[in-house]
């Protein structure tokens, strides 16, 4: 069992150029996010699923698209990619259960650390 | 923002006391969570309290939760240098948007 598998570990990219990072889960889980990792800042949100077809922002949406075709999938595009997106970033899935009690725990991958120069 | 704020930033204690960290949040939430991140590596989930439970045990980790306050502690007895992590609070909101929003972190050293 897998889990959270992100793709590529480490990217560098140069500003403007276009990239997808990739996130799969093997749990069957309806909510995927993607959120990104930088020094005293905590995580922040970018985008989240709660299903195939479903997608929504979170607090840090620019710069960043996300399609769900797949429950397992949950890929992160950088359109144009900027020095400010230099981060790193997480994938992270769980259950959803129902809209007034989603108890579940947030599963994480390793992350990809992206540095755009 | 959403976010909410850790306190200490930073907590540096010897093996076996006790550490203590706060989250602070600022609107009404259905749970709230707390992870441990290890250097490097994503972070893994500890311990989840709902909105309607004020405190919470496992093992050697103690959450409360005081909603009026809009505030949770983390508290690990016992502590030994594997505890030596950054620990997140994240809080899922009743607004129903299935945002679960992090705090900025503690990073606690325990020393040998």
């Known amino acids: 069992n897998a889990g959270v598998t992100q793709t590529p570990k480490f990217q560098v990219l140069k500003t403007g150029q276009s990239m997808t990072l990739q996130c799969a889960q093997d749990?069957?889980?309806?909510?995927m996010s993607w959120y990104r990792q930088d020094p005293g800042m905590g995580l922040r949100l970018i985008h989240y699923?709660?299903?195939?077809?479903?997608?929504d922002q979170g607090e840090v949406p620019n710069g960043y698209n996300v399609s769900r075709s797949t429950t397992e999938d949950f890929p992160l595009r950088l359109l144009s990619a900027a020095p400010s997106q230099t981060s790193v970033y997480f994938c992270?899935?769980?259950?959803?259960?129902?809209?007034?009690?989603?108890?579940?725990?947030?599963?994480f991958g390793n992350g990809t650390r992206l540095t755009v120069t | 923002s959403q976010q909410g704020e850790e306190d200490p930033q930073a907590l540096s204690i010897q093996e076996g006391e006790n550490a203590t960290m706060n989250c602070s949040y600022k609107?009404?939430?259905?749970?709230l969570q707390w992870y441990r991140q290890n250097s490097g590596r994503g972070l893994v989930h500890l311990i989840l309290?709902?909105?309607?439970?004020r405190e919470k045990h496992s093992g050697r980790l103690r959450v409360t939760l005081d909603t009026s306050k809009k505030s949770s502690s983390l508290l690990i007895t016992a502590s030994r240098a594997a505890d030596t992590a950054s620990y997140f609070c994240?809080?899922?909101?009743?607004?129903?948007?299935?945002?679960?929003?992090f705090g900025t972190g503690t990073r606690l050293k325990v020393l040998a």
């Open positions: 609107t009404s939430i259905n749970n």
């Open positions: 992270a899935s769980s259950y959803v259960g129902d809209q007034s009690s989603y108890n579940s725990p947030l599963h």
């Open positions: 994240a809080t899922a909101f009743t607004s129903g948007t299935y945002k679960y929003i």
């Open positions: 699923s709660v299903g195939a077809g479903i997608t």
């Open positions: 309290i709902r909105s309607n439970e």
């Open positions: 749990m069957n889980h309806e909510y």
